[in-house]
């Protein structure tokens, strides 16, 4: 069974998924991380990998960008592909004096302007939130290592706005990126669960970014995070959401 942006067949995926936004960065990830690393897909060049980490089955799916774009991969994912754990791993522009390049951030909610807070239901914008316990999980396996709280998702990549982020900053808001929102809250739909990890690759206050070198070797250490965050607990269980 083939589903309409996924051209892999039942099992083709591991309950456990580690999303890149991108297709190259998803390779890399199954090169560098998993053992017997295989493609299952490639529709749309959106490319998806199947192997295993520490002896565990364990998937690397690339989401795109976007709330539209990640939304579609984790709902078929999730839906027909028996997927029960979704974490992304991506990079994110900085909003706060304190965060540096190369840090990394867990993200504990997800503020947006994309209507996936509100469609679900009508005259609610919904908090958008990771799984419990993946959060609390990734939390301590990071230790130190990493910063826990809000970004925005946002629609717009440009977008010359400086009092909307002038706001955010004041409300505490860490950085910004464009998909953590949209999966949240499919996993919110579908009762499955997602997290999202971040690494700071350029910095909206000071206009710093990261160079490629750095980004390689930060990129390693959220990978890292989100890979243990993943194996934290078992999978199988019926028993819902975290
Ligand atoms: N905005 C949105 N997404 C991003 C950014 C940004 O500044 N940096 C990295 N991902």
Redesign the pocket.
Known sequence: MATPHIAAKPGDFAPRVLMPGDPHRARRIAADLLTDARQVTDVRGILGFTGSYLGEPMSVMASGMGAPSISIYATELFRFYGVERIVRV????ALQESLSLGDVIVVSSAHTDATTATIRVPGVALSLAPSPRLLVDALAVAGDAARVGPVLS?DY?YLDRPEVLDRLTALGTLA???EAAGLYAVAAAERREALTVLTV??H?RTGAAMDAAARETRYRRMVDIAARALLARPVGGASGPA
């Not at 991506?90 to 522009?93: D, I, L, V, W």
């Open positions: 991506g990079t994110a522009g946002s990549f910004i990126e464009m690759s350029d909206l």
